[in-house]
């Protein structure tokens, strides 16, 4: 069983392709659904978490969420979310302090992709968190004009380092 949620994961789901890319998948076995995740060992701590990737998050199935985010509990943990399954129509872009439900702890918006290369990043320090995403694999956006969506949250409710570990989830 893995967190967050209800999900179960399963290494069958996970792989690491011929090109060095860690495809995850969501495969049904039997008469259960598993998603591919992969999360670090030890709490990487504030610092800058970004991920690359290839393909269009938000072509995944209406039941399917991408994560890209740190996690401890429902309480502590930061996040970038790509899906359709949410209520709030139009909307496939999802950045997320812990709790979501707090004011200033999430902002969602539409994008239409018109790339498969993409950076995702957030900075998280003790009082602040900025998100960013970005078309292209680099450390900057090469330009104003590729920057996808951004977002930052400055307050006392940022999650302290409570062994939050870093997660790829389908």
């Known amino acids: ?68 985010s740190t996690y401890a509990d429902a309480y502590h943990g930061l996040d970038i979310e ?6 709030e129509d139009p909307t496939n ?24 290369l993409t950076t995702h990043e957030f900075t998280w320090t003790p009082r602040r968190v900025e998100y960013r995403s970005w078309y292209g694999h680099s450390a900057e956006p090469p330009d104003p004009a590729q920057l996808i969506g951004s977002y930052s949250h400055e307050a006392d409710d940022i999650p302290d380092d409570t062994n939050e570990v870093v997660r790829m989830q389908l």
């Open 1 to 68: 069983r893995g967190a967050p949620g209800d999900n179960v994961c399963t290494a069958d789901s996970v792989s690491v392709a011929t090109n060095g890319y860690l495809p995850l998948e969501v495969a049904n076995i039997g008469t259960n659904w598993y998603c591919g995740a992969v999360a670090s060992v030890a709490s990487l701590a504030p610092g800058t978490s970004r991920w690359y990737l290839v393909g269009v998050p938000v072509l995944l199935d209406s039941n399917t969420v991408a994560g890209l």
């Open 82 to 87: 790509f899906t359709e399954t949410y209520d």
């Open 93 to 116: 872009v999802i950045y997320t302090v812990q709790p979501y439900y707090e004011v200033g702890h999430r902002s969602a918006f539409a994008h239409s992709f018109t790339g498969t």
